[in-house]
């Protein structure tokens, strides 16, 4: 007999098994990209959080009262931030002067993520 029903009935189970074995590496391995994925957003999360925290604490140090000079510090401290880490991330200090207080967010923008932070800005500035 050329093609016992045994044989027949292992082959069948053997080809299941293969793409039983398939289907659950597929599964894995995209959990390992999916976890990789997660983790590189968290870390430059952190590292953008630190970077606009840093910005932030410039503007807050700014020691003037005149509108001119404080558009330009910000408009230089974020010009430097963006020059140094160019290749990575884009910070964005978006404010409005009114009343004494500069007012904003400062949002940093990952290279392959997108955007990534976004903290609120406020700073009181006796003169403006």
């Known amino acids: 007999m050329r093609g ?8 069948m189970e053997f080809i299941f ?4 074995f398939a289907i659950c590496a ?4 995209s959990l ?9 957003l968290a870390s430059a999360t952190n590292e953008g959080t630190l970077l606009a925290a840093g910005a932030i ?9 005149d509108e001119k000079q404080i558009r330009q510090e910000i408009a230089d401290i974020e010009k430097n931030i963006n020059d ?5 991330y884009k910070i964005k200090l978006e404010y409005e002067i009114s009343d004494g207080m500069v007012t904003g967010k400062c949002k940093v923008t990952h ?7 976004e903290l609120p800005l406020a700073k009181y500035s006796g003169k403006v």
Do not use: N, P, W
């Open 84 to 88: 140094k880490y160019d290749k990575k």
């Open 111 to 117: 290279t392959l993520l997108g955007d990534i932070c």
């Open 57 to 65: 604490e410039q503007v807050k140090a700014i020691d003037s009262g």
């Open 17 to 20: 098994v293969v793409l039983m």
């Open 26 to 29: 597929s599964i894995c391995v």
């Open 4 to 11: 016992s029903s045994k044989s027949k009935l292992f082959l």
């Open 32 to 40: 390992f990209a999916r976890s990789d994925h997660f983790s590189r």
